[in-house]
């Protein structure tokens, strides 16, 4: 491992890559701590110490993990990179709806620029629309629970304006910065950046457990922490590789085929995209009760007694049912098996033992559900593992676990690819890699 590190700063393209990808992650970190122009930056930080832990930081949890704290802290980079992955989503699924989109997804590189294009103008969308929700709220003092400090002094129609327009423009420069480290940097900018938003959370989340839960459980945790660690690292790993042969093939006066591959279909298809949209639904009822205030009656009382609470027994099994129907559901319209045994009859491949076309995807379609249930159920059991332990470490009900759920399956799955990219580097200059 230090050898790879030592390969990958002594080769002089490389280590400029990856200074470059540094030099970004710290300017982005740097934007998320800048308040906006008109928001009390002292006020934010009170009210920010006054609700750490308590009910209302669950509603924005996801976003607020995805900003690095940036939203509770109104900074200029409050959205953070979370209107793109929305934006980046929504253009997905719309391409097994629209036609059109279809139709750009098959035109390759030219196809694929116009749909990034695309997500670029509902980026901004997403983000004008998120922006005034927040500054909106934090006008009307709902942003931040029972905190009665004015984080906008000057609430005219012309400050929350200008707020609105910095956020929005903040998000843009966000975008902007993950697309220059995809381009001239080392691995995925948009996920090296949400990377970066989550590991400089863990300092501070783990010296809370220590604080409230001694050095016992601090060790405790840090060792159950290793050991997630390691077993998400095992099943994103996993995958089950189909057979796939090539048949022999003359194309003028030299024979192409006759070769040996395989279709890898991963254990974990979905990726952290169901916990995304499970998180994201799971927390309309309680923002919709905040928005109706003493009015929900029965409602409210209902949303706060068994949704907030996130060691209810209802929460955690409605957590892990949203999972798993969003993994199939996900998996469904990204994975189309009859898609891929069409392209593979096209090229003259075949599975040993089944025969090309229907019966193909039949049995692609066979082996997808046999590995997708293990897999949503793999993403329900990391999801609501911090839920278990909120009460041990003394973390509050709804403050976030370092080690579970969302957080480490990005990390983890980022960092295995960043890994993997700078492996490839090191290869083609005949190096030994991280992962050998």
Known sequence: ?????????TTPDLRKKILFTLGIVA?????????????????????????????????????????????????????????????????????????RFEQLKKEGQSGQAKLTQY???????????????????????QLFGNCSLPVIPDGSIFTLSVIVV??????????WLGEQVTE???????SLLIFASIAHRIPAEGKQILDNAGGLVFAGVCLFGLAIIASVVFVEQGQR????????????????????TYLPLKVNQAGVIPVIFGSSLLYLPNLAARLLGNDGGWFQQFVQTYL??????????????????FTYFYVGITFNPDERAEDMKKYGGFIPGIRPGRPTAEYLN?????????????????????????????????????????AVLIMVTVGLDTLKQIESQLMQRNYEGFLR
């Open 308 to 325: 907030v609470d996130q060691s209810n027994w209802l929460h955690i099994l409605l957590y892990v049912g949203l999972i798993i129907f």
């Open 119 to 141: 997500t670029r103008y509902l980026t901004i969308g997403i983000a004008i629309l998120q922006s005034t929700g927040f500054v909106a709220l934090a006008e009307r003092g």
């Open 184 to 190: 001239r940097g080392v691995g995925n900018g948009m």
């Open 366 to 406: 066979f082996v997808l559900s046999r590995i997708t249930l293990p897999g949503s159920l793999y993403l329900g059991i990391i999801a609501v593992l911090p839920n278990f332990f909120l009460g041990i470490t003394g973390s509050g009900q709804n403050q976030n676990f370092p080690f579970g759920g969302t």
């Open 27 to 99: 300017i982005y970190r740097l934007g998320a701590n800048i308040p906006s122009p008109g928001v009390s930056y002292v006020n934010v930080q009170e009210c920010v110490r006054q609700v750490e832990g308590g009910e209302n930081s669950s509603v924005y949890s996801l976003i607020n993990l995805f900003s690095g704290g940036a939203l509770l802290q109104l900074s200029i980079l409050a959205l953070g990179i979370m209107p793109y992955i929305t934006a980046s989503i929504i253009v997905q699924l719309l391409q097994v709806v629209i036609p």
């Open 1 to 9: 491992m230090l050898s790879a590190f030592r390969s990958a700063l």
């Open 166 to 175: 910095v956020m929005t423009a903040g998000t843009t420069v966000v975008m």
């Open 241 to 260: 590789r189909i057979p796939v042969q090539y048949a022999k093939r003359m194309v003028g006066r030299r024979m192409y085929g006759g070769t040996s």
